[in-house]
């Protein structure tokens, strides 16, 4: 099961490019994303933890949606160290009892999506100097011992990571390779298909090498500001569908999110993986016209749509 979406939902600059602008009194993001989406990664959970009463209201949000599911980002906590836009890696120790505690109110916040079946899988995402090593390694085990039963899927941007030993390590533990698209860039980490669990996951976050390294500006405007042609999207294709013979769902992200470019090509995707044309939103094929041969353009109004709790 294949299911194609993006990178979180309330960024101020898809205004006009996603949504309309001025959005509609009593709009909702994440309503009207579902019905274009069949996943959605929740990238707040990854500076803060979130409510279960916030959780629940997005599960109300997307109730109609039969299919959707949610992905979600571990917290940073677990991945990082020195602060959100950080890009070192978590000090890692065998021994961290500090983030029991934070497992602990980490797991409780995820159960809304657990009890109404929506959590696809929970994306570690790791920085560049998370390299393969013998603490790493150990580190992963103490996040698999931290978190057992959850759908983990591990993010690296590191090539050490790209070897059989290290592909072996998280079959053993159950948790999914995500595959990803990024800036080649000395050792960074190269398109790759790998499934290590039931769970397959692949992340585009465009090309600017340039930006790449560069820390995040809260939008991340620059490093971010990508859009993938059909010739660069298309290998991508080939690689979900053999993943997906291999795995038992297959999520596709799209993180290149400034002003809407990650929604255009998760859309340009679904189009080369279903061999159908998709719903798109009216105001992104204004925003990006090589999308409307590819699609057929939604023009329901989206002040009607309204909120769905």
Known sequence: MMRVGVAGWDYPDWAGFVYPSPLPRGFDRLAFLARYFDVIEINVTFYRHVEPDTVRAW???????????????????????????????????????????????????????????????????????F????????????????????????????????????????????????????PSVGATLGPTAHV???????????????????????????RYDYLYGMDELRPWAERATSLDAQAEETFIIANNHYRGKGPANSLMLKRVLSGARV??????????????????????DPAGQGRLF
Not at 151 to 157: C, G, I, K, Q, Y
Not at 200 to 221: M, S, V
Request: charge should be positive.
């Open 131 to 182: 390299h393969n090593e013998p603490g790493t390694r150990d580190h992963l085990k103490l996040l698999r011992d931290l978190l057992p039963g959850l759908p983990l899927v591990a993010e690296f941007r590191h090539r050490s990571w790209d070897q059989e030993g290290a592909l072996q390590l998280l079959r053993g533990l159950r948790i999914g390779f995500c595959n990803i698209d990024q």
């Open 196 to 222: 290590t669990s039931p769970v397959a996951y692949i992340r585009l976050h465009g090309r600017n090498a340039a930006q790449w390294f560069q820390r995040p500006d809260g939008g991340g405007a620059a």
């Open 279 to 300: 719903k798109a939103p009216a105001t992104l094929v204004a925003a990006y016209p090589e999308v409307e041969s590819l699609v057929e353009v939604d023009r329901q």
């Open 59 to 129: 599960v109300r949000r997307v109730a109609e949606r039969g299919h959707f599911r949610f992905t979600v980002k571990l917290f940073q906590g677990f991945t990082h160290s020195g602060g959100s836009g950080q890009e070192r890696a978590v000090a890692i120790h065998p021994h961290r009892l500090e983030l029991h505690p934070e497992a602990a109110i980490f797991r409780a916040s995820l159960e809304p999506l657990v009890d109404a079946g929506l959590l696809g899988a929970v994306l570690a995402q790791f920085p560049h100097s």
